[in-house]
């Protein structure tokens, strides 16, 4: 839960860091090399475009230039907050050009699992998380109650708790209005109805919601459920690799020639490995040096391929490559 | 999530169970043999001793006539919500005879431990459950705040939040009211002040807190934070074996001469084999005959030493001791 002030840190530990590290940031030979190499790239937001409602520096130019030059630009959130339909609004919002299928969340990751596993649709979905879940799974035709609904709701050991016999999946993001009832109710479906689905739309443990403090995650929502059920979820966002198949077919994209840009080495950087695509660490998210360090050093920590201070450090050098093209 | 029908259950899977079992339920002279074998019983209370606020058939008079042989009698919950005294009122009041040194709460394991370890008196704790816990903490001048006087906090992503860098321990049990608030504002101690102790009384999956339903335990409270913080917690109650130390010297028990009585694989078994005691498995609480089967068959499964249905089916065999005896 570290505020982020990137430059005062990174400049703090820049010593200690060129010792321990076994890979620098990248030269601009290096981001040459990136542009000329990957034609899809995957852009984590939170953390990597923007922090709260806050653009990072440079960033919007940086990729103003990638596209210029002809790239792919996708997104890939973790925020099970919101649809994409809402991530397309706050991207254009803050200047960032989009189409509602450049855009994809966790949310989104959810409803996409539920829909290609083939959800039996008299069947219903209840949702610890935000209204965003239940707009994406109104979209592929899944009937889902609680989320925000359900945020005065509190149960009470001196009244017996029903749940709803019919639900086949329970699907859990962050929610900032989790609560026992939440827990509770979620746990019921799980433990009592036969077959019923734990599906997270992740786990992360902390997010920037906003810009100088980090908050829990949906790795509370699904703590406290796995803490009842003692079972694991189905992850459907980062890190887990099925969204990769959604964007390959939609966008005709090969991970041999994509390169997923993050701030978290345990999701964004980790579904990159996982799907088999380049990776490029950028500190201007939870990632600080020390974790980078410690991950480097242990044998089965997450290694990005590249790191950049920010995305936006990108801009000089994309510049220089549209120079060269013309 | 089991609904309680004990007999009902038992009955159904007696001829599976017999012929899976390794070890068949306590004989007559199985049971003669424990008395005979252990001066001091310590007994876990709900779905032992009772189930809610209704006592098991039997179980008061096979307590009393333990008691009549000499028996030591302890009674060790890990239900955190009450302080040592509410539980010697609830005794009481359900014709228990008992004194306040004879039962161990998890509340009071936490407070014990942070005791134990000379927690600095200057830094506080914040807790995450019920007022049992802010007893027990201030029953040995450990200040706190949080528990239920957080119960209509909330967060909001629209202003920032502070915590108080004073505290030193974040005490977590279950928490029927437990908020993303609760679960922010501890996590924000744990991550940001330097050495904070994260200390759960326990991290049962489930209790029955009512006679009829499972209820989400002190497993959703440190499944919650764990989720957020990703380290795991200092557990003070069963399984943990901090409290044997305290029980020897208060009452000169020797673990050889000693049996665990509990409805538990996970906490009351494994609390007595991880301190040296017998342990005897009673059908009335949470492990049904498939989960007993299931450890049983088990390398590494839980194995209670002894099973029977109920530990009021000992009154007749402790009757027929007393007589012996006379």
Redesign the interface.
């Given at each position: 839960?570290t505020v982020v002030a990137a430059d005062a840190a990174v400049s703090q530990v820049d010593a200690a860091a060129a010792a321990a590290s076994t890979r620098p940031r990248c030269s601009t030979e290096d981001m040459l090399q990136l542009l000329q190499d990957y034609d899809c790239w995957v852009f984590d937001l939170d953390g990597t475009i923007w922090r709260g409602n806050e653009v990072i520096e440079g960033v919007l130019e940086a990729l103003e230039l990638l596209r210029k030059l002809g790239k792919k630009v996708l997104f890939m959130t973790n925020n099970s907050m919101k649809s994409r339909g809402s991530y397309l609004d706050k991207c254009l919002q803050v200047g960032l050009p989009a189409h509602v299928d450049d855009i994809y969340c966790s949310s989104y990751s959810a409803a996409a699992y539920l829909d290609s596993i083939g959800f039996d649709r008299s069947k219903k979905a209840y949702v610890v998380g935000e209204r965003g879940i239940m707009q994406e799974l109104a979209a592929v035709g899944i009937e889902s109650f609680g989320g925000p609904d359900d945020n005065e709701k509190?149960?009470?050991?001196s009244s017996?708790?029903l749940h709803d016999t019919q639900v086949g999946a329970v699907v859990c993001g962050v929610?900032?209005?989790?609560?026992?009832y939440k827990?509770?109710y979620a746990?019921?479906c799980l433990?009592?109805n036969p077959g019923c689905l734990f599906i997270a739309t992740n786990?992360d443990?902390?997010g920037h919601?906003?810009p100088?403090?980090?908050?829990?995650?949906a790795?509370?929502?699904?703590?406290?459920?796995?803490?009842?059920?003692?079972r694991d979820p189905i992850v459907t966002g980062k890190p887990s690799p099925f969204l990769m198949q959604d964007i390959a077919a939609k966008h005709n994209v090969q991970p041999a020639k994509s390169i997923m840009v993050g701030d978290r080495l345990d999701t964004d950087i980790l579904w990159g490995l996982n799907t088999g695509m380049a990776t490029l660490l950028v500190m201007t998210g939870v990632t600080d040096e020390q974790l980078l360090v410690a991950q480097r050093g242990s044998s089965n920590g997450v290694k990005p391929h590249f790191v950049m201070d920010s995305f936006g450090d990108l801009r000089r050098v994309a510049q220089q490559a549209l120079q060269q093209q013309k």
């Open positions: 839960m509190r149960a009470s050991f017996e708790m929610d900032p209005n989790l609560s026992y827990v509770q746990s019921m433990l009592l786990t443990a902390r919601f906003t100088n403090l980090e908050w829990a995650g790795g509370a929502t699904v703590g406290a459920i796995k803490g009842v059920v003692e």
